[in-house]
């Protein structure tokens, strides 16, 4: 199995942080958000529990500290039941084929984004003259290169429901990227959102770096279908969360990301869509 994992040849350690790396919160006695770097994962599962799920993963070089959190939260020795993915941008998956084979667990993702888990085809570059920040003119440094977890990865039930994250059903919040999804429990209303939307300005290498909150759209160099990403952000509206974890920047509950929200429906195209880039339409609506 080992020899047909691979990452792409662009892989590489990203030097991009902010002063929420290393910090975590329970966002819920059963889901902690731990932010790698510039990037969250989640676990979900009550903290000793011995059935938990991983969500995304991380950074490039970020195993070895996932796996360290894992022990710390569910004891030594621990490993999930599966790793699920919001979508397979590097900075999602950066440390998956290490966790792979230290775990050994499948792992799940929408089947628009299985090409790019297998090998077979790349994402849109980053598109660095997008307008942005720094963090936007950075992205040029980005993977895209597909990576290749072969038969480790399967693709999420039709049905919507989400193998071993009891409670939660995926939805399919496609514009940052072919296959994305978002997850979403009634019980509690509780959204793992990925980056259909996010909490902090991310192309803006200072808003990042001070974690500054504010709901805003999917991550400017990455997105390419901004109709597509102004519908998903509307679905996730419509389903009235009550608390959101987000790919990018500080969980978000209650007043602040219901009107966060709607603002960000109401006003996508000032707020989210770039005046400029390779992937950017003005007229979506």
Wanted: charge should be negative; glycine fraction near 10%.
């Amino acid at each position: 199995m080992e020899q047909e994992l691979s990452y792409g040849s662009d892989y590489k350690f990203i030097p991009a942080t902010s002063i929420g790396s290393g910090v975590g919160v329970s966002v819920a006695a059963d889901v902690y958000c731990h932010t790698i770097q510039i990037v969250n994962i989640c676990l979900v599962g009550a903290p000793g529990a011995k059935e938990f799920v991983l969500v995304d993963a991380g950074m490039p070089g970020s195993a070895d500290d996932i796996i360290a959190l894992t022990e710390e939260r569910y004891g030594a020795g621990s490993k999930p039941q599966a790793i699920v993915l919001t979508h397979g941008h590097f900075d999602h998956v950066g440390a998956i084929i290490e966790l792979v084979k230290h775990w050994q667990v499948p792992v799940y993702a929408h089947e628009l984004e299985l090409p790019f888990l297998t090998g077979k085809t790349k994402y849109p570059e980053p598109d660095p003259s997008v307008e942005g920040g720094m963090v936007a003119k950075m992205s040029f440094m980005f993977p895209n290169e597909p990576i290749n977890i072969g038969h480790q990865v399967n693709p999420l039930p039709a049905d919507g429901t989400v193998p071993h994250l009891s409670g939660f059903r995926w939805i399919h919040t496609p514009g940052h990227s072919p296959g994305h999804v978002s997850f979403f429990r009634e019980q509690d209303r509780m959204l793992i959102a990925g980056d259909a939307f996010i909490t902090v300005r991310q192309d803006s290498l200072y808003k990042v770096i001070i974690q500054e909150e504010e709901i805003n759209g999917p991550p400017r160099y990455l997105t390419t279908d901004w109709q597509a990403a102004w519908d998903s952000v509307k679905k996730l509206r419509d389903l009235h969360p009550s608390t959101a974890i987000t790919g990018h920047g500080v969980p978000m509950s209650g007043e602040p990301l219901t009107m966060g929200l709607e603002r960000l429906v109401n006003e996508f195209a000032q707020i989210a869509i770039p005046d400029y880039g390779k992937y950017t339409d003005r007229n979506p609506h």
